[in-house]
């Protein structure tokens, strides 16, 4: 019985130190673009692919940290300048052109495609809207 307490603990102990905790991860760019809805009418927008300096993601998951805040931007740059507040933005982010690129057609074909007369598509160029770094602290 001891001896399988102490094999218990030791398998646990081992298996606590493998799995390592990713630490965030700031690069000096990042691209994304933005999605804008409101599900109660046909009217989507698109930003364009927009470079962002110093994106701070999880270097594990590939996930970007503080995407809260991009999507805030865009839902305040909604309700501030084009008075259409209650909007669903949404952030898409990748760390080469290319990926954003492929993620960008994929969600664009899908209101351009088959369904393109139910939606009215418009796009936001980087003139209207840009997106802003977001700095992002350790225990977020």
């Given at each position: 019985?001891?001896?399988?307490?102490?094999t218990?603990?030791?398998?646990?102990?081992?298996?606590?130190?493998?799995?390592a905790?990713?630490?965030?991860?700031?690069?000096p760019?990042?691209?994304?673009?933005?999605?804008?809805?409101?599900?109660?009418?046909?009217?989507?927008?698109?930003?364009?692919?927009?470079?962002?300096?110093?994106?701070?993601?999880?270097?594990?998951?590939?996930?970007?940290?503080?995407?809260?805040s991009?999507?805030?931007?865009?839902?305040?740059y909604?309700?501030?300048?084009?008075?259409?507040?209650?909007r669903?933005?949404?952030v898409?982010?990748?760390?080469?052109?290319?990926?954003?690129?492929?993620?960008?057609?994929?969600?664009?074909?899908?209101?351009?495609?088959?369904?393109?007369?139910r939606?009215?598509?418009?796009?936001?160029?980087?003139?209207?809207?840009?997106?802003?770094?977001?700095?992002?602290?350790?225990?977020?």
């Amino acid at each position: 019985m001891r001896y399988l307490r102490y094999t218990f603990f030791v398998l646990m102990m081992a298996f606590a130190t493998s799995t390592a905790i990713a630490k965030p991860v700031v690069t000096p760019k990042g691209y994304m673009f933005g999605f804008i809805a409101n599900f109660s009418d046909s009217v989507v927008y698109f930003t364009d692919i927009q470079t962002v300096d110093s994106v701070w993601y999880d270097s594990k998951s590939k996930f970007l940290l503080g995407r809260s805040s991009y999507a805030n931007q865009l839902r305040e740059y909604f309700a501030n300048k084009l008075n259409q507040p209650h909007r669903t933005c949404i952030v898409i982010f990748a760390l080469t052109r290319k990926e954003i690129e492929k993620k960008y057609l994929k969600l664009k074909k899908q209101y351009t495609g088959k369904y393109a007369s139910r939606y009215d598509l418009r796009m936001l160029n980087e003139n209207e809207f840009h997106f802003s770094p977001v700095t992002v602290s350790e225990k977020e």
